[in-house]
């Protein structure tokens, strides 16, 4: 099997079209996504926002598993590093309450159950600052099937982008944005560099549709996403999310002008070259993969 490592220049790329185009135009903003609705963290109401140090000194008990930055080296244990405060303080309020009990949770639940809410907020603060790594992407050749002759990572690469609108499946970008940041405001989770065993098992979760969440709000959210995926499909998403580097990470480590530079100056990607449109929201996919 062999790998690759998958770069994420596809902010560079609209930003640096855009720049050049507004430099001629009249400059009209890329309207906003419309607000999504989301449930009320029940994090609890007593906590206040985490404090980073405090979450720094209390993160000793989650190294085993999660490696003390949040990076770890166990392919099985999810990457917490990089995730946003928010998501982390629901997601261990969920494994408290036993809401979220599926794949490997019950390991997880007796060290969630240890801690406060406000625990919960301090860890997350904490975890949010560190910077995220990231593994590599499996880009074996497909032999057979609807995929055939696509390297393994591309078929989640192109619906990490376009979606697929034919089948209703919105670009995961579109809310995950282009480098797999996440969004903290509405709660959707950092993506880039997540271990593809523990990404390929929460997919399988959303794509089977059920949940003992008393407030389900989010999780349908991606339940409708994932619904159609093929194990595929799933497998390649895992394995695309595994390799996809933060942008911001990989242009400094590439020393690359500020994006307000020629759009020549820019690193060339290690894959095709980025759709150059900016991403759309959920609601309207951007077109199918070229023709
Ligand atoms: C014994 C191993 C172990 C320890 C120690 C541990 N965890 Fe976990 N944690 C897990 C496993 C396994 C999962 C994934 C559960 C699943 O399959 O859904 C997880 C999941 C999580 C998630 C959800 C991640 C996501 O992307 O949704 C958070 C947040 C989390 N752990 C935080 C912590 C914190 C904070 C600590 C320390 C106080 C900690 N964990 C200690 C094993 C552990
Ligand atoms: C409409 C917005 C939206 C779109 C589009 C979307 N997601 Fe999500 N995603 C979410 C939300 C919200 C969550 C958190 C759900 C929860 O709380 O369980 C999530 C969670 C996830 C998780 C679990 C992360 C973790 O740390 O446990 C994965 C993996 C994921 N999404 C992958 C994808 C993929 C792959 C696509 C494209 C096929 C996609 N998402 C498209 C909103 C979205």
Wanted: charge should be neutral.
């Amino acid at each position: 099997m062999s790998q690759a490592r998958v770069l994420s220049l596809v902010g560079l790329a609209v930003f640096a079209v855009a720049a050049v185009a507004y430099a001629q135009t009249t400059v009209t903003p890329i309207p906003d996504k419309e607000p999504v609705q989301t449930a009320p963290l029940n994090a609890g109401p007593q906590s206040k926002w985490g404090d980073v140090k405090a979450g720094a000194t209390k993160a000793g008990t989650c190294a085993a598993c999660h490696g003390l930055d949040g990076n770890p080296t166990d392919p099985q244990y999810p990457r917490l590093a990089g995730q946003s405060e928010r998501y982390i303080a629901h997601q261990i309020a969920l494994f408290k309450s036993g809401e979220r009990n599926t794949g490997m949770s019950a390991a997880m639940k007796p060290f969630a159950d240890a801690l406060s809410e406000q625990d919960a907020r301090d860890l997350g603060a904490y975890f949010a600052t560190q910077k995220s790594g990231a593994g590599v992407a499996d880009d074996t050749v497909i032999a057979t099937g609807p995929n055939k002759d696509k390297k393994f990572y591309q078929v989640g690469e192109d619906l990490f982008r376009r979606g697929d609108k034919a089948r209703g499946i919105p670009a995961c970008m579109a809310c995950h944005g282009p480098g797999g940041a996440g969004n903290p405001g509405p709660a959707y989770p950092h993506l880039a560099g997540q271990q593809a065993a523990y990404s390929q098992r929460r997919l399988e979760e959303y794509r089977a549709g059920t949940t003992t969440q008393r407030d389900p709000h989010l999780f349908n959210v991606m339940a409708g996403v994932a619904k159609q995926l093929t194990d595929e499909e799933i497998g390649s998403l895992a394995s695309y999310l595994q390799g996809l580097h933060e942008r911001a990470d990989d242009i400094a480590a590439a020393g690359a002008p500020a994006p307000a530079a020629k759009p020549a100056a820019a690193p060339a990607p290690a894959q095709p070259a980025a759709p150059a449109e900016a991403p759309k929201p959920a609601a309207a996919p951007a077109a199918p993969a070229k023709g």
